[in-house]
């Protein structure tokens, strides 16, 4: 890759690795469309472009999250009963999307529906609805049940599932702080799930273009990891400090011109 690509994936991936551990989210919502530009720009193969966008976005957060993780323990509000009830369910989902669903999609319609979620997750992010103050968790199969639903559609969009169980726990009266740090840790789960897919799935797709590992373009996986890493934990700790609805407000506008971008490859790859 040459010099100038490598230093836009590594200042990507730190802003990416804040993201994650300020908001929970794994930092895909931000990587996918960038990488794509990215990829774009490197001239790789038009119908390969978003799939490898998303399945790198994925397999990142394997690494971001731990990270996360590590900061937000410190902290003790991660929620490891949720946790454990949600990640079997979150496994499932991520294997039948990232193993199955994913590679049946072609360019147009990833994007079409990346964009449409992106822009979902960014509508919910500016709404300030309280939950009513008797909801409470659902028990193991429920919350389970909930993981599947996450894990498939965190995997479509190469996110690590914030988007959905940050709100999904905070609507049943989680503490904000807490659903963040338990989204963190539930980022774990969806990536590895995903990624294992996206490996097995994509392995006809890897001839398409050097450095692949099924959908996965590990030259940029690694650069992307590097910086994320490092800047995950420094996000952890300012959710802590910092007014995350002033910054979710922030967040929420850039997400919609990231979804209008998206609509727009979509727009070009059905034309």
């Known amino acids: 890759m040459d010099i100038s ?15 994650a551990g300020l908001l929970g989210i794994g930092g895909g919502m931000l990587l996918v469309p960038f990488l794509t530009m990215i990829f774009t720009l490197q001239g790789m193969p038009r119908d390969l472009v978003v799939h490898a966008a998303i399945a790198t976005s994925m397999t990142s957060i394997l ?30 989902g991520g294997l039948l999307s990232g193993g199955a669903a ?12 990346f964009s449409l979620f992106v822009g979902y997750s960014a509508f919910n992010m500016l709404r300030n609805t309280k939950p009513k103050p008797s909801r409470q968790m659902p028990g193991f199969a429920g919350t389970s049940a ?7 559609i965190s995997g479509l969009v190469g996110a690590g599932g914030g988007f959905l169980s940050v709100p999904f726990m905070v609507w049943c009266n989680v503490a904000l702080h807490s659903a963040v740090s338990t989204s963190a840790a539930l980022g774990f789960p969806i990536a590895l799930a995903n990624s294992v897919g996206y490996v097995l799935s994509g392995i006809r797709e890897e001839s398409m273009q050097p450095g692949m590992l099924g959908f996965i373009y590990w030259p940029a996986l690694l650069a992307l990891v590097c910086a994320s890493v490092l800047t995950a934990p420094a996000g952890a700790r300012m959710a802590h400090k910092l007014p995350v609805a002033t ?21 070009q790859a059905f034309a």
């Open 102 to 113: 994913f590679a049946a999609l072609n360019t147009a319609w990833l994007s079409l529906f």
């Open 146 to 152: 909930a993981g599947v639903g996450i894990g498939f």
């Open 247 to 267: 910054l979710k407000r922030v967040f929420a506008c850039l997400l919609f011109a990231l979804s209008a971008y998206m609509l727009v490859k979509a727009w």
């Open 5 to 19: 690509i490598v230093l836009c994936l590594l200042a990507l991936g730190a802003v990416a690795g804040f993201a």
């Open 63 to 92: 690494f971001t999250s731990l990270s996360s993780i590590r900061a937000h323990q410190k902290k003790g509000t991660i929620q490891w009963r949720i946790v454990f009830a949600m990640a079997p369910g979150i496994i499932v």
